[in-house]
């Protein structure tokens, strides 16, 4: 009789088919017999998604799940290369691969309940999806993913995200915001969902922009560069130099990077994060420009300091943190 896998089994199988197949000295022969072990189970499917994501997490600029478990943090917390090399992620995952569940419990937040993902207010969530690309969602978003034979569209109700996309040629990547529609065959780029269009970043490859109905008006953004797209107006390319795409993309290591916006700025987009709003009473005081990295987490660390940098003072008031020059 044959002895039925245990969920242990499992997960250091789909571990060790992580590695396998991320190695330079993957075969075809490797390749099939992966193949066979996939469908032999239909349980393996689940934990190689789980292990993939994992090795995902330790080779960009993701991150660990601390205890408080809606804030991010970066592997390299001291301002250093937050890139790991392969033989270095590969020493990690070997690590990991005995204990695989908690592993996973404790470095990503993955929604595995469907096609439709949504955020509450506060949370960044990973999640890998089926064909190894994975998405970044951003607070208080809402992404529908809908894979065919012919194509993978993902779909922004609201919020905001990034994607790394695993290249397929014969199977266009699509995300649409509206009637915003942003296409990429194997590169990283951000999406974000605004009133009247979207913002959209990319920080690797080429992506291809267009209005629905006017595709034959596509344009191509190419790495470090922005555009925000407009329902009804066309597109402005932003001028963001790589340096400031990643500031701006702080938050999937949840932290806010100022360099020189407005406390207005710093504080509307804090709130996003937050069901504790920032009231900033001043208008002299609104326009006082901060420097600095700040947690997502931690409104009333980010008033305190605001408030001595600036001059001002900060204190909390019928649920709200309130900033106001002092008198």
Request: aromatic share 6%; charged share 25%; net charge neutral.
């Amino acid at each position: 009789m044959t002895r039925r896998e245990s969920a242990v089994d499992i997960e250091q199988a789909a571990a060790g088919w992580v590695i396998r197949l991320d190695a330079d000295t993957c075969t075809e022969s490797d390749r099939a017999e992966f193949a066979r072990w996939l469908a032999s189970d239909s349980r393996h499917r689940g934990a190689l998604l789980q292990a993939d994501a994992t090795w995902l997490a330790l080779d960009g600029p993701s991150a660990f799940v601390d205890a408080e478990p809606l804030v991010i943090r970066p592997i390299d917390e001291t301002g250093g290369d937050h890139g790991l090399r392969r033989s270095t992620r590969r020493g990690l995952m070997i690590g990991f691969v005995g204990a695989m569940a908690a592993s996973v419990a404790g470095l990503l937040l993955i929604d595995r309940g469907g096609d439709q993902y949504e955020t509450t207010v506060g949370e960044v969530r990973r999640v890998p999806l089926a064909d190894r690309s994975t998405m970044a969602i951003n607070t208080a978003s809402k992404i529908d993913v809908a894979y065919t034979s012919a194509r993978r569209d993902v779909s922004i109700d609201r919020g905001e995200a990034w994607f790394t996309v695993a290249k397929n040629p014969q199977k266009p990547f699509v995300v649409s915001a509206g009637p915003i529609r942003v296409e990429a065959v194997g590169t990283a780029f951000s999406v974000r969902r605004r009133a009247a269009g979207a913002e959209v970043m990319v920080t690797e490859g080429v992506v291809r922009v267009w209005v629905e109905g006017s595709a034959a008006k596509a344009v191509e953004l190419r790495a470090g560069a922005a555009l925000f797209v407009s329902e009804t107006a066309g597109m402005r390319e932003q001028p963001g130099v790589a340096t400031a795409i990643e500031r701006k993309l702080a938050w999937r290591s949840g932290k806010m990077n100022l360099e020189g916006e407005t406390l207005a700025e710093a504080v509307e987009e804090l709130n996003r994060y937050s069901a504790v709003p920032i009231v900033v009473r001043d208008p002299q005081v609104a326009v006082k420009r901060l420097h600095g990295v700040f947690r997502l987490d931690d409104p009333n660390g980010f008033a305190r300091t605001a408030a001595i940098t600036l001059g001002a003072s900060a204190w909390t008031q019928d649920g709200r943190i309130m900033i106001a020059q002092r008198r």
